[in-house]
C-alpha cells in the first residue's frame, strides 16, 4: 500500500551542485507530475509525463529535467542548483481515463534548500 | 488559460463550528472537475472532495460540502462540526475534463491556512 514514494523527504544543495529527486508509484498509473510548492503559493506544474518514455513542459521547467523509462518511475532532476530552486517538491501520479474524474496521489513532498 | 483564486490567506473557526472557504476560478471551458486538497504540517496533499462541473447536485463527503455555483464560477468548501484535526492548508484546485486540452493537469489556487481553535 505505498502509493506515491518520494526519496529523499530533505536535502540542502550548494549552488552549482546537482542532485535527482526521486519518485516512484505502484499503482500502475499512467500520469505522473513533478509539482514545486513556494511559501503563500499553490502548487506549479515543472514537468509531467503521460506514459513510459513520454514526457513534457509544464508551468516552471527551467533548470529541471526529467525521465520516465518505467511506468513506475518518475525522477527529477536539478543541474546547476539555484537559490531560486529552494522549494518544497511533490511528486504525484493519476490513472487517466477519459470521462472519469480519477483523483491525484501525492508523494509527501521533498523540501530542498539550494545555499 | 485556467486561474484559481482564493481570496482568504486565513480563516479561523472554533471547535464544533461551521467555516466556508472561498475559491473562484476563471474558464472557458464548460466540463472541468473541481478539487479541494488538505495539506497538514505533515506536508501530504489529502483529496477532501471532489465536484464535476456536469452534475448540478453539490458533492458531500461527511462533515465537508462544496457550493458549486457553475455560472459564478465559484466553488466554497464548507466543514461543518469542525475538529482540531481540520486544521490545514487548503488548495483548490481545477482539471480541464476535455481530452486533448489541458486535462493533464491540476491548476491550484494558493491556499487558505484554517486555524481551529479549542
Known amino acids: 500500500n505505498a502509493g506515491v514514494t518520494q526519496t529523499p523527504k530533505f536535502r540542502i544543495l550548494k549552488i552549482g551542485q546537482s542532485m535527482t529527486l526521486q519518485c516512484t508509484q505502484d499503482?500502475?498509473?499512467?500520469?505522473m507530475y513533478w509539482y514545486r510548492q513556494d511559501p503563500g503559493m499553490g502548487l506549479k506544474l515543472i514537468y509531467y509525463?503521460?506514459?513510459?518514455?513520454?514526457?513534457d513542459k509544464g508551468e516552471v521547467p527551467n533548470g529541471y529535467n526529467v525521465s520516465r523509462s518505467t511506468t513506475e518511475d518518475f525522477p527529477l532532476r536539478l543541474e546547476l542548483a539555484a537559490p531560486s530552486q529552494t522549494s518544497v517538491y511533490f511528486c504525484?501520479?493519476?490513472?487517466?481515463?477519459?470521462?472519469?474524474?480519477?483523483?491525484?496521489?501525492f508523494g509527501q513532498g521533498t523540501r530542498l534548500t539550494v545555499v | 488559460a485556467q486561474t484559481v483564486t482564493q481570496s482568504q490567506p486565513e480563516m479561523s473557526v472554533q471547535e464544533a463550528e461551521t467555516v466556508t472557504l472561498s475559491c473562484t476560478y476563471d474558464?472557458?471551458?464548460?466540463?472541468?472537475?473541481l478539487f479541494w486538497y488538505k495539506q497538514p504540517p505533515s506536508r501530504q496533499m489529502i483529496l477532501v472532495i471532489r465536484?464535476?462541473?456536469?452534475?448540478?447536485q453539490n458533492a458531500t463527503e461527511n462533515r465537508f460540502s462544496v457550493n458549486f455555483q457553475k455560472a459564478a464560477k465559484s466553488f466554497s468548501l464548507k466543514i461543518s462540526d469542525s475538529q482540531l484535526g481540520d486544521a490545514a492548508m487548503y488548495f483548490c484546485?481545477?482539471?480541464?475534463?476535455?481530452?486533448?486540452?489541458?486535462?493533464?493537469?491540476?491548476?491550484f489556487g494558493k491556499g487558505t491556512l484554517l486555524t481551529v481553535n479549542p
Open positions: 509525463s503521460v506514459g513510459a518514455g513520454i514526457t
Open positions: 465536484q464535476e462541473a456536469y452534475k448540478q
Open positions: 484546485a481545477y482539471r480541464s475534463a476535455n481530452s486533448g486540452g489541458s486535462n493533464y493537469k491540476l491548476t
Open positions: 504525484a501520479s493519476r490513472h487517466e481515463r477519459t470521462g472519469l474524474n480519477t483523483e491525484a496521489f
Open positions: 474558464t472557458s471551458e464548460s466540463d472541468y472537475y
Open positions: 499503482m500502475n498509473h499512467n500520469y
